[in-house]
């Protein structure tokens, strides 16, 4: 079956950078776009970055674009998520997720905390 596993949260300083990592087995990983959400504290999940199969299309949610990058290795069947000059409003819950067949997939999550 689908299985998403997110790694590399921690705590991070304000301006830190930070590199999660997301394992996926049990479908064919360079065939599926790919999307990076999170869940900050008290508020609902929302959608972070996006990349196609290839990795050459990617896209931003506004208050991240310039500072993370959303990149793949489909080798590797692993997704990541790049982040640069973090600030605190980056703390959350993120998820990497796919859908395949109109059903959405979700790892577990890794907590990212930014703070001094």
């Known amino acids: 079956q689908v299985r998403l596993v997110e790694s590399g949260g921690g705590a991070v300083q304000p301006g830190g950078s930070l590199r999660l990592s997301c394992a996926a087995s049990?479908?064919?990983?360079?065939?599926?776009?790919m999307r990076w959400h999170r869940r900050a504290p008290g508020k609902v999940r929302e959608w972070v970055a996006y990349i196609d199969s290839s990795g050459n299309m990617t896209n931003y949610q506004d208050s991240v674009k310039g500072r993370f990058t959303i990149s793949r290795d489909n080798a590797k069947s692993t997704l990541y998520l790049q982040m640069s000059s973090a600030k605190p409003e980056d703390t959350a819950e993120y998820y990497c997720?796919?859908?395949?067949?109109?059903?959405?997939?979700w790892g577990q999550g890794t907590q990212v905390t930014v703070s001094s």
């Open positions: 049990g479908f064919t990983f360079s065939n599926y776009a």
């Open positions: 997720n796919v859908i395949i067949q109109s059903r959405e997939c």
